[in-house]
T-cell receptor, first 109, second 116 residues
């Protein structure tokens, strides 16, 4: 069983569309990260959020940490083919991090 | 900074043999490293926490006698898959952080293990 559930599991959209990926858990985390992984490679950190209600923006990506620090969302505006990949959230409490179930995003030109 | 190197990138071994995977922090010291396993099209599952100078902490369901972890120095952790079987074929990834971190970890590039 996954400690963090992500939705949707798969998402295929056209270039230019907006999308939101959700990461939910019944556990409270001191921080939550979002990673992007390309096939055959390790995950690459996109952002870390630590404060309940925190919102961070990274160009076309907006990340939000829930007030109760149990959930998070990733919103991508005007998706591009280069955004294609596996998006993973990971929740942690200082010592270790557990990954969400993952969202496979495909952005078609 | 904060580069983690993993070796080998891929390995093919015969069933019954053992395989060692190395994880190095190149420009920082890591008292703790993590080992994950990833099956195709699935997320990363934490296998164990590698602690420098002490025994590794294994997640529930992970056989510690099968997946031997050694963290002999502040820059190197090794994972040895003993008596490998085809079902051990997977993508193994390590991660580390330069500090007791609440701010995310750097991952190695992963090792694709295929047991034939």
């Amino acid at each position: 069983t996954q400690l963090l559930e992500q939705s949707p599991q798969f998402l295929s959209i056209q270039e230019g569309e907006n999308l939101t990926v959700y990461c939910n858990s019944s556990s409270v985390f001191s921080s939550l990260q979002w990673y992007r992984q390309e096939p055959g490679e390790g995950p690459v950190l996109l952002v870390t959020v630590v404060t309940g209600g925190e919102v961070k923006k990274l160009k076309r990506l907006t990340f939000q940490f829930g007030d109760a620090r149990k959930d998070s969302s990733l919103h991508i505006t005007a998706a591009q083919p280069g955004d294609t990949g596996l998006y993973l959230c990971a929740g942690g409490n200082f010592n270790k991090f557990y990954f969400g179930s993952g969202t496979k995003l495909n952005v078609k030109p | 900074g904060a580069v983690v190197s993993q070796h080998p990138s891929w390995v093919i071994c015969k069933s019954g043999t053992s395989v060692k995977i190395e994880c190095r922090s190149l420009d920082f010291q890591a008292t703790t490293m993590f080992w994950y396993r990833q099956f195709p099209k699935q997320s990363l599952m934490l296998m164990a926490t590698s602690n420098e100078g002490s025994k590794a902490t294994y997640e529930q369901g992970v056989e510690k006698d099968k997946f031997l972890i050694n963290h002999a120095s502040l820059t190197l952790s090794t994972l040895t898959v003993t008596s490998a079987h085809p079902e051990d074929s997977s993508f193994y990834i390590c991660s580390a952080s330069p500090r007791r971190s609440n701010y995310g970890y750097t991952f190695g590039s992963g090792t694709r293990l295929t047991v034939v």
